[in-house]
């Protein structure tokens, strides 16, 4: 029985470490969801503490996390647990019913849960607790107090200096699609199919083709039979990204850039008035030294065209600087602003700025 009434405290250290984990592993893209919730709920004023909000919820999450998992201070810290539960299962209800943001990122981009799924996970969770609750009194730690403050002083200041970590250089762990080694378009892409359904006007039989294989010019079928519905079906889905790049001319070049068959790196900055002034000089030098090489260089980010010449006249600087959506440019590097060195449409390395080895050193070596 005493090892029965551990499981739901170990289930639940389990979700919450992982949690937890998964999100301090990316708490630039935790912020981004925090956002999310603030503009969706009208709290905008709540802006700049996003980044803080981030690193300490992911903190406080991984902590309780391994308050249960280790039985560690588990009745000073219950209370909390069932705070955040019960915070989180009303705002997830919320979410499911009406959308205000379509994943709630509980468990940051390792797993995507729907707005139910994220529901009905939070009620099992509560389940859990309600089972801890009923058994608490028969539940000791193994562990002396002071072991036990030692252990959750050590883990937290551990932990915010993993999540700072991150958040100044890259995630160690990269759960997102523009991943090192990605290939982000197939080699050989098969052609999108379109599929058409079409009812029998007597019999009610519904028969669905793969366009053009139907008698669409046959004026005697088509009197037979209605067109209904029609639906389309990419092979390639998930080998070609969302991301589109267009030039000053508003001229679709995403192709041209993502798969060029040569080296180039690619700057990304979805927040030009934010870029660190301390960015430029290595911007520049990154220019020159790969220019000497004949290695292309662009900029990605979704500013306006006063923003961009504001940009250049401060930085100086002189590659190209081309427009793109800055949603699909948060998810490619987490830096303000990111390098990506790429080839053939295959992500070969990035960098946060800070990170940036040059140029010689950032081309792999070739025999």
């Given at each position: 029985m005493k090892y029965f009434r551990s499981i739901p405290r170990l289930l639940?250290?389990?979700?919450f470490t992982y949690s937890g984990f998964v999100k301090g592993v990316d708490p630039m893209g935790t912020m981004f969801k925090i956002e999310d919730y603030f503009i969706a709920y009208g709290m905008?004023?709540?802006?700049?503490?996003?980044?803080?909000?981030?690193?300490?919820?992911?903190?406080?999450?991984?902590?309780l996390g391994i308050s249960m998992l280790f039985n560690v201070r588990v009745k000073k810290t219950f209370p909390f647990l069932v705070l955040m539960m019960v915070?989180?299962?009303?705002?997830?209800?919320?979410?499911?019913?009406?959308?205000?943001?379509p994943d709630c990122g509980c468990f940051g981009e390792a797993l995507i849960l729907t707005n139910w799924q994220t529901f009905w996970k939070n009620?099992?969770?509560?389940?859990?607790i309600l089972m801890m609750y009923i058994s608490r009194k028969k539940a000791a730690p193994s562990l002396k107090i002071s072991a036990q403050n030692t252990i959750l002083i050590i883990g937290s200041v551990a932990f915010i200096a993993f999540s700072i970590y991150n958040y100044m250089h890259l995630p160690v762990v990269d759960f997102r699609e523009w991943k090192v080694g990605k290939q982000m378009y197939a080699e050989n892409q098969e052609p999108i199919q379109f599929y058409v359904s079409?009812?029998?006007?007597?019999?009610g039989e519904e028969k669905e083709f793969l366009s053009p294989n139907y008698p669409y010019s046959d004026s005697l079928w088509l009197s037979q039979w209605t067109y209904k519905s029609s639906r389309t079906v990419d092979p390639n889905e998930g080998g070609r990204p969302e991301l589109q790049i267009t030039d000053e001319y508003g001229t679709d070049v995403t192709e041209s850039y993502i798969k060029n068959p040569d080296y180039q790196f690619l700057i990304i900055?979805?927040?030009?008035d934010d870029v660190n002034k301390k960015s430029e000089e290595v911007l520049n030098t990154l220019y020159n030294d790969a220019s000497a090489k004949e290695i292309s260089v662009a900029m990605l980010s979704p500013a306006l065209e006063n923003q961009i010449q504001a940009y250049r006249e401060e930085s100086k600087a002189e590659y190209e600087i081309l427009s793109a959506d800055d949603i699909e440019l948060k998810t490619m590097v987490r830096a303000r602003p990111g390098i990506m060195l790429m080839k053939g449409g295959t992500v070969v390395n990035k960098w946060n700025w800070r990170d940036f080895p040059g140029v010689e050193t950032a081309l792999p070596k070739t025999n």
């Open positions: 639940i250290g389990i979700i905008d004023w709540l802006m700049p503490i996003a980044l803080f909000g981030s690193v300490f919820l992911c903190t406080f999450e991984f902590m915070f989180f299962t009303i705002i997830t209800f919320f979410d499911a019913i009406y959308n205000p943001v009620v099992f969770i509560m389940g859990l079409y009812t029998n006007n007597e019999s900055a979805w927040e030009l």
